[in-house]
């Protein structure tokens, strides 16, 4: 029989705030975290903008050595996890660590310091390159160093698809819980990718939004004026265990995890399926996983990158799901805050649904004027939104067609 798995503990780095309260106070409230470039000298780019997280000092969580050798993406990770074994106030030292794993998702990994390495390269010579360049940069050491910071023995592996790679690694924690091959896993997703090669490479693509004179507003899923995605970073990390688990020890439980959906399109790169096929199967597998109707559903964290071909196929792939009771459901991109945080961001997204059922407050989707007629849906419009929600989806869709949608459902004793 599969075990229940609730979560008891949140960290979380970001554009609109660093920590649980922080964040949260930010996203219910409408605050964005989009402006202008300040990492590097964007004047030459076509999108100028990004969401920069601008509160983070790594020596407040590591000490100056360990940080030095580590990429931001892996310093973002071990930061947000102190926070959320500290939030579901673990004591380690009375757990058995071989019973505690790791599965952490990242979409490119260290690229600062492949990038800066990368220079160091061309400048000095093949000689001058940091024997730390493949542990820093390789996508997994988010999830090695969060494991070696805290001595956790058990399971660990990095998920790597693309934008749902928080969603993979949050879904394949919740299996491996289910069947008991762990206690508790550490786990969400962490991103840095505001360097130059990574901003070079997505506006090579045309992705980004190059709304440079309006950084606030330029992120704006479902309306009809988006003209691309903002770049976001930082890590949204989530302390998951079994409920029998988390009652023998007394915990506080935040929300249950109770289904996982996780499909590809196998059909282009970068584009989702002109149907939106993937998106509405990986939500219909998560709902047949938790033994939910569509009609439960009172909450979707949607992915709503504000590019037009995402929030369009997700709005169709919703109504397919959930028929007429789509038009019920509050739907919200906290990516309008946020920008998007790429394999971080099912993470983040997470912690904001978990919070959404815990407060009975729906984020609100911002910078929503002008409404599309292929997107006409309930998007919570700049304001957000008092409702109980019982049941939250969080949707991620990556390049490469991968979907996968997690499903929240406020704990029942």
Not at 181 to 204: H, K, N, Q
Not at 306 to 325: F, M, P, Q, Y
Not at 382 to 397: C, D, G, I, T
């Amino acid at each position: 029989m599969s075990k229940r798995v609730v979560i008891t503990g949140m960290g979380v780095i970001s554009p609109v705030g660093t920590g649980l309260d922080k964040f949260w106070h930010a996203i219910s409230t409408g605050v964005n975290g989009i402006d202008k470039i300040t990492k590097f000298d964007a004047a030459e780019y076509h999108s100028q903008i990004a969401g920069e997280v601008k509160d983070f000092t790594p020596t407040d969580y590591l000490d100056k050595k360990e940080a030095r050798r580590m990429d931001r993406f892996t310093q973002f990770a071990v930061a947000a996890t102190g926070m959320a074994l500290k939030d579901a106030g673990m004591d380690l030292d009375s757990e058995d660590r071989e019973r505690i794993g790791v599965i952490l998702g990242s979409g490119i990994g260290g690229m600062e310091t492949l990038w800066d390495q990368a220079q160091v390269l061309v400048k000095r010579g093949p000689s001058r390159i940091s024997p730390f360049l493949v542990p820093m940069m390789i996508a997994n050491m988010g999830a090695g160093q969060v494991a070696i910071a805290h001595g956790l023995q058990g399971p660990n592996v990095t998920a790597v698809s693309a934008c749902a790679s928080a969603n993979s690694a949050i879904g394949d924690s919740y299996r491996l819980l289910q069947r008991g091959d762990a206690d508790v896993m550490i786990t969400g997703g962490t991103e840095a990718p505001i360097t130059p090669l990574s901003v070079a490479g997505f506006c090579a693509m045309k992705a980004l939004s190059t709304r440079n004179d309006q950084p606030q507003q330029a992120c704006r899923p479902f309306d009809a004026e988006r003209d691309g995605f903002v770049m976001g970073e930082g890590a949204g990390i989530l302390v998951m265990e079994t409920l029998e688990h988390a009652q023998a020890r007394g915990a506080r439980i935040y929300a249950e995890i109770v289904g996982y959906g996780s499909t590809c399109d196998a059909y282009h790169i970068t584009a989702p399926h002109p149907e939106g096929n993937g998106g509405a199967k990986a939500m219909e597998l998560a709902l047949k996983d938790a033994g939910l109707k569509p009609e439960d559903v009172d909450y979707i964290n949607a992915h709503g990158t504000s590019t037009s071909l995402n929030d369009k196929l997700e709005t169709k792939a919703i109504k397919r799901v959930l028929g007429d009771h789509a038009y019920n459901v509050a739907i919200s991109s906290t990516k309008s805050m946020t920008g998007h945080l790429l394999g971080a961001a099912g993470g983040v997204e997470a912690i904001a649904s978990i919070m959404a059922i815990n407060n009975s407050l729906v984020p609100p989707t911002i910078n929503y004027q002008v409404p599309d007629p292929e997107c006409d849906l309930d998007y919570v419009p700049n304001q957000a939104r008092e409702k109980e929600v019982n049941v939250a989806l969080s949707n991620s869709l990556g390049f490469g067609g991968h979907n996968v949608t997690i499903a929240f459902k406020k704990y029942e004793g």
